[in-house]
């Protein structure tokens, strides 16, 4: 017991109560820094704020119902993809390496989700919502966009792939 007028100032706390609120504040603020530069700097964006779509009619109205790639010129890309228990449509991407791809994905039925392999692309897939990210391909090869979001009993085999072609004539 410590009751001493010097040990009772700051906050009246027990300084060892004290320094863990002081830990506390700090990581408070670090993590309140991180979040800003991720936001507002670095571009981290929330999926699902693109826009809205009704999940039972959005196979059947453009773009989506011709989902797969659009190629806007100068190596930009647009890729629709759906979503439904077990699949996505497409389930095969095919862009020459350097193309910039922006990715909408959204689903028709549950919740899905859309990681693709070696890259920081990682988004729920909401049901009504159109998830939208922008991956640049530097490498060629193949990555795999996988389901992670448990959405029945062929979760497990829904994924589909990208394949990024080395540019022909390359060296
Ligand atoms: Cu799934």
Known sequence: MNDSPAARKGLGADPYERRWMIVSLVLLIAFM?????????????VPGDESRVDPRTVADSPPWSEPGLRDLGNGEYVAYVLSRQYLYDPNTITVPVGA?????????????????????????????????????FDEPGEYK?????FCGIGHAAMFGRVIVEAEAGGS
């Open 33 to 45: 820094v991180t979040v800003t530069i991720a936001g507002f700097a670095l571009g981290f964006q």
């Open 100 to 136: 910039t791809v922006t990715f909408y994905v959204t689903s028709t039925d549950v919740q899905h989700g859309f990681k693709l392999q070696d890259t920081n692309v990682n988004m729920q897939v909401v049901p009504g919502e159109v998830s939208k990210l922008t991956v640049e």
């Open 145 to 149: 966009y996988i389901c992670n979001e």
